[in-house]
């Protein structure tokens, strides 16, 4: 069974920086691309960061410059660096993949940019 937990969310200041990590089982993960959403109330889940099996990245335009995506494949971890935070930062961030032709979702992180 796949299973991904994310964590690292917290109360921050803007222009802080966080580190959110997701733990991943069930799958081999280094076969995998992984991906980072997030999602504000009311909002649809948007897409923030991508991450290839062959670490190929790809970031929407909001946070490219300001977020790095990046892999463990020893660890099976997924991380999101995340720096110069705005208050338009704060969602629940959560982590994906698509494996066994479904995705699969973590229960989520909170991030929440204010003073």
């Known amino acids: 069974q796949v299973h991904l937990v994310e964590s690292g969310g917290a109360l921050v200041q803007p222009g802080g920086s966080l580190r959110l990590s997701c733990a991943a089982s069930g799958i081999n993960y280094r076969l995998y691309a992984m991906k980072w959403y997030r999602q504000v109330p009311g909002k649809e889940r948007e897409m923030v960061a991508t991450?290839?099996?062959?670490?190929?990245?790809n970031y929407t335009d909001a946070v490219r410059g300001r977020f790095t995506v990046s892999r463990n494949n020893v660890r099976n971890t997924l991380f999101l660096q995340m720096n110069n935070l705005k208050p338009e930062d704060t969602a629940v961030y959560y982590c994906?993949?698509?494996?066994?032709?479904?995705?699969?979702w973590g229960r989520g992180t909170q991030v929440t940019v204010s003073q």
């Open positions: 994906s993949t698509n494996a066994y032709g479904r995705n699969f």
């Open positions: 991450i290839t099996s062959d670490g190929i990245t």
